[in-house]
């Protein structure tokens, strides 16, 4: 796939939050399309871009997966997922190519995690073991010039404990073992520190850092950090399968959580790519399998063939990583990201902007997020036998429709995401039903559809306007959600 190279996006959330856009799939489009990109979300912070098209889920190709199918991935992984993306230009060239795109060869030509994109200045995480000489700084609470009150590292002893594991005069501390900090007063992280043991863990970011991510607005946690700081670990394993297998047993263990390597063979392929007995397999080929089952995990490992890379930790790495809150997967993405060569922005073949849509047309453009209640959604669904269009009716007043802002005559353009402009009655219904507690219309007044299809134009939630009639209950629902929201 030389020249089609996916980016790999490794997105976060938090519980409760979305990951802040909208998986589709377009009539005269192939693929399934990033849209609807919310601002500041997690999704627009790691770098993808409206028109995206998601070759893989979780290692898994999905470009001529059942759009629902997709979905339900997304959704299956919980707060953290991996995705291989193409941006539109590549994909659509890809596409008139021929290029297989399912080729799990490909090397990425970029990396962004948890929000930032690799290119970032990162928070750091230093882990602190205690000598006879103490850890060997000071903490002091100091103002900055916005008037805000930071705890700061002081009296950093040269070669000292502290020194040693990264940590610089006039880092500010963000977090004590994985526990955000910013809001306590000395004496409760000198207690922490304390209760800690001899050993601690922080988060801290130097002045730049620190600028660069109140500048953007992004709230600073241990996502975003490096852990290239960090004593021990994880640990690469290249394998070439031999003619009695790789030679070692994934298990899982009792009271014990993951996928562990056990029995493995003398002389075998396992033990000389260096793996070790009750080593935690982290990652198949770059892909994280925590959340796997084992059998999807095998199988996971059975897919790469003759050749597999593995990320395993030992115990006491797994608890280094664990107490900085961080995955492991973290080493090996920031291990690429070091090997990649500086590139290029993307060149673009030059194009005509688009006519920007008149105002008062695009007002007619409502995108309508609902909530179902104990009486549904509260309106109607009419059709005429034979002819393409689902119109709104009967919308009650004061209900789940009226208040997302429907209306009486508005056209269905799009369920969830998928266009239904030439769906029959009961596909539209059966998409509605599907969508399960919460719902996502696109909708058009008459002008609106009028307008549009006499000009050829078709219509997408890229036309509406935000400001005007697009409403949803308060408090408003994150606008990806159900039936192809993430």
């Known amino acids: 796939m030389a020249g089609y190279r996916p ?204 600028r660069f991510y109140k500048i953007k607005r992004i709230r600073i946690g241990a996502a975003l950090a490096t852990a290239k700081l960090l004593p021990l670990k994880p640990r690469i394993a290249d394998l070439v399968k031999g003619s009695d297998g790789y030679g070692y047993f994934l298990r899982t263990e009792p009271n014990k959580t993951g996928h562990f390597i056990r029995d493995i063979d003398r002389g075998s392929p396992a033990e000389r790519a260096g793996l070790k007995e009750m080593d935690r397999l982290v990652a198949v080929e770059g892909v994280e399998v925590d959340g796997c089952s084992h059998e999807q995990v095998v199988d996971r490992i059975r897919q790469c063939g003759s050749k597999c890379c593995l990320l395993v930790v030992d115990e006491d790495t797994d608890k280094l990583y664990k107490m900085g809150g961080v995955s492991p997967l973290f080493y090996l993405e920031e291990i690429m990201e070091s090997l990649l060569p500086a590139t290029p922005p993307p060149s673009y073949p030059e194009s005509v902007p688009a006519p920007v849509p008149d105002p008062v047309t695009t007002d007619l453009l409502k995108l309508c997020k609902m909530e179902k209640t104990s009486a549904g959604y509260g309106f109607h669904l009419n059709g005429i036998q034979g002819v393409f269009g689902q119109y709104v009716k009967e919308v009650v007043k004061g209900g789940a429709a009226d208040r997302a802002g429907l209306e009486d005559e508005d056209m269905v353009v799009e369920v969830d995401g998928v266009n239904v402009e030439q769906s029959s009655h009961e596909q539209v219904v059966g998409l509605i039903r599907k969508s399960g507690s919460s719902l996502v219309l696109l909708v058009a007044g008459k002008q609106a559809n009028d307008h549009f299809k006499a000009k050829g134009v078709t219509i997408t939630p890229q036309l509406f306007v935000p400001s005007s009639q697009a409403r949803s209950p308060s408090p408003a629902p994150s606008l990806a959600r159900r039936g192809g929201g993430c």
């Open 7 to 210: 980016r790999v996006i490794v997105l976060s959330k938090k519980p409760g939050q979305s990951f802040g856009f909208l998986l589709r799939v377009e009539q005269g489009e192939d693929g399934h399309l990033i849209r609807n990109l919310e601002r500041g979300s997690p999704a627009m912070l790691v770098g993808l871009k409206d028109g995206d098209r998601i070759l893989r889920v979780n290692g898994t190709y999905v470009d001529e997966m059942d759009h629902t199918r997709v979905v339900d991935l997304v959704k299956e992984s919980g707060a953290s997922v991996t995705f291989h993306v193409l941006d539109v230009a590549s994909y659509k060239q890809a596409k008139t190519e021929g290029v297989d795109l399912s080729d799990p060869h490909a090397t990425p030509t970029q990396h962004a995690m948890n929000g930032v994109g690799g290119g970032a200045p990162k928070p750091k995480l230093c882990y602190l073991a205690k000598s006879s000489g103490g850890y060997g700084f000071s903490l002091r609470s100091i103002k900055d010039e916005r008037g805000d009150v930071g705890m700061f590292m002081t009296e950093v002893a040269p070669g000292g404990v502290a020194g040693r594991a990264g940590v610089k005069t006039n880092d500010r501390l963000i977090e004590v073992n994985g526990e955000n900090t910013e809001n306590a007063t000395h004496d409760q992280i000198v207690e922490k520190v304390k209760a800690s043991g001899n050993s601690v863990m922080f988060l801290l970011v130097d002045e730049d850092t620190d």
